[in-house]
């Protein structure tokens, strides 16, 4: 008990010193952004619905306050590359496209802050964006400023065309330039992407919200596969870095859009879920199938990825490939021990695959009762009715799809 003790004040003690105590994202961040679906699309006589605008971000936080988005919790609506003009203003400032942003970002936070969200912007860490836009490697303390006067709450600090050494402490010099506006701006750092597993990941923790990890996500199965199977394969050092404050970043959701399955998203869904990543969704919520958005709004899902614990799941079986997937949940005074236990197919043989659940593996042994809650519905688990530890469940995989299990020994 005393060792415990003591141990629980050495790891408080870690935790108040060592991680960005700026009070944000106490669980994984929530929200939408728009590289995924929307790209650096800036032709507005084109595409005047679609392209990187204010009436774009105005349309989509209409929907993301209106159809129960924000009820859930997607809170953030984060402005990706391409928005700004091509050179700064005299005075050196980042300036928006005057075209596709006639009333400027200022305007816009207003905006988006009178509907209950909050903006965020991207700015690159190296002289140029991605996109090609000014990056902010010589007026970091500027830019930090800038957007706090904006009103900006989320800053996505991208990595192109920066040197690789120093890149943590010119990450840690941002971050404290954020901090000295006085304004809370949640901050999602590039350089671990960019560094990989070489990246001084302490670093991240002490001075990001949240970071990405790894390489971009784009519109097919595939790209959710390899993330997937990069976080599995690197999970014992990485999960070690993840808790409330600071998250790793596998990144978007890309339900709704053109490359997944209804039965795909599921398993993005899940696989998210359990790693208590970040849910930032990447899609036109003017025009998504309403099958898609009910998975984006499943409220025992975001409930697992955003329990406050913040423990990022495992990988704790692949076999057949059939994978199992376990995160830890607080306990509640109805029940002491609490899991997720996502099953995931990778099998593409048109088989509805049965996979026994032995539920005495999962708990302690003092645990003899469960309730089960089936995220998705699509098994025949009874909510009302009770488990007993001795019971194989058999649960039904769809190929590359997924059930996501609420277990609570009761
Ligand atoms: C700045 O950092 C200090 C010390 O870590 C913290 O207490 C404060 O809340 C931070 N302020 C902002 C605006 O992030
Ligand atoms: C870009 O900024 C320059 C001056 O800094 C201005 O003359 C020009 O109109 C701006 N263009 C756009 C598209 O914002
Ligand atoms: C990471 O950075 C910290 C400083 O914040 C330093 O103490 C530590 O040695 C670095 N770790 C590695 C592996 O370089
Ligand atoms: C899971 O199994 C697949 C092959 O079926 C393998 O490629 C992958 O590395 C395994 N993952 C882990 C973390 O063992
Ligand atoms: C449950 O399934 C496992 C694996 O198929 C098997 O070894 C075990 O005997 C089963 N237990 C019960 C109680 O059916």
Known sequence: MK???????????LHVSYSLDNGLALTPPMGWLSWQR???????????????????????????????????GYQYIIIDDCWSNMSRSSDNRLQADSNRFPNGIKDLADYVHNLGL?????????????????????????????????????????????????MEEGYAKMSQFLNATGRPIMFSCSFPAYKGLEA???????????????????????????????FSDNQDFLRKFAGPGHWNDPDMLIIGNFGLSLEQSK???????????????????DTIRPEFRNILLNKHAIRINQDPLGIQGE???????????????????????????????????????????????????DCNTFSIIDVFGDNNLAAERLYEKSENLTVRV??????LLLISAV
């Open 38 to 72: 929307f790209r650096c699309l800036t032709d507005c006589q084109k595409f005047p619905d679609e392209c990187i605008s204010e009436q774009l971000f105005k349309r989509i936080a209409d929907r993301i306050a209106k159809d129960g988005y924000l009820e859930a």
């Open 267 to 285: 398993s993005q869904m899940t696989i998210w879920s359990i790693l208590a990543a970040p849910l930032i969704m990447s899609v036109d919520l």
């Open 118 to 166: 909050k903006l965020g912007i991207y700015g690159d860490y190296g002289t140029e964006t991605c996109g090609g836009y000014p990056g902010s490697i010589n007026y970091l303390e500027l830019d930090a400023q800038t957007f706090s006067e904006w009103g900006v709450d989320y800053l996505k600090l991208d990595g192109c065309y920066a040197a690789l050494h120093g």
């Open 315 to 365: 990988l704790v079986s692949n076999t057949s490939s059939i994978q199992v997937w376990k995160k830890p949940l607080q306990s509640t005074k109805e029940s002491r021990q609490r899991i997720a236990l996502g099953i995931v197919s990778f099998r593409c043989d048109g088989y509805y695959y049965p996979q026994d659940i032995l539920l005495a593996e999962f708990f302690n042994e």
């Open 200 to 230: 001084n990941y302490s670093m991240a923790v002490q001075h990001c919200n949240l970071w990405r990890n790894y390489g971009d996500i784009d519109d097919q199965w595939d790209d959710v596969k390899d993330i997937a199977g990069w």
């Open 398 to 403: 769809p190929p590359t799809g997924a059930v």
């Open 3 to 13: 060792k415990f003790t003591i141990l629980s004040i050495f790891l408080l003690g």
